[in-house]
């Protein structure tokens, strides 16, 4: 993510790719830190200059997917997702995404769409199927995240249809970001959680689930 920034600044075109083979310093949501053993995962960076800002607030949940759509055959089971950014199988989390943004003034000058995905998991994660060639899922998953990174505005009915049917959140009881029942998706992409209020959107903040249910 460090060597795409920097890279962008330099004038990278969109499309410009950065593959790690390992990471010392690999980063997640909230400042989370951890390490990428060499040749156990696909951990990539990629540099896109998109035209709609509005579309930036769901581009993470755009960018799951579009990689679950892709790592379905080479995961040999159906990928699901978990809001807001993580992709998961039966057998644990599969990997992740992780988008940063950097504007001059009010325009995107660039976006760094990060994606880790486990070939060789870590102990309690999933992976894809065993000697899956990588540079072979890159070959896939690319394109579809390129797409992604230029569709225009909020969700529309058919993505939050695709979105509910991978949805591993879906009628999960939560304690956190707001106690309640998780119902899906807004257009704009906040989790909708039926609380004893009433159902509310919530944008931001990490999923822990109820003890209770």
Do not use: Y
């Amino acid at each position: 993510m460090d060597e795409a920034h920097r890279w962008a600044s330099e004038g990278a075109p969109a499309g410009a790719l950065v593959l790690a083979d390992a990471q010392q310093a690999g980063r997640g949501r909230m400042g989370r830190a951890w390490l990428s053993a060499p040749g156990a995962g696909i951990w990539m960076t990629l540099i896109e200059r998109p035209k709609d800002p509005k579309a930036l607030d769901v581009l993470s949940l755009r960018i799951g997917m579009a990689a679950a759509r892709v790592l379905d055959r080479f995961a040999g089971e159906e990928v699901r997702l978990k809001w807001p950014n993580d992709l998961l199988l039966d057998s644990g989390k599969l990997g992740g995404i992780l988008i940063e943004t950097r504007w001059r003034e009010e325009r995107v000058e660039w976006v760094a769409v990060g994606v880790g995905v486990n070939l060789i998991p870590p102990e309690g994660a999933a992976g894809l199927r065993l000697a899956t060639d990588r540079f072979a899922v890159l070959e896939e998953l690319v394109p579809a995240l390129r797409a992604a990174c230029f569709a225009t505005g909020l969700l529309h009915d058919a993505e939050r249809d695709a979105w509910d049917r991978r949805d591993a959140l879906k009628g999960r009881r939560l304690f956190e970001p707001a106690r309640g029942v998780a119902e899906g998706i807004a257009a704009d992409g906040a989790l909708l959680v039926r609380t004893a209020e009433g159902t509310v959107p919530v944008r931001g903040g990490t999923v822990i689930f109820d003890a209770e249910g």
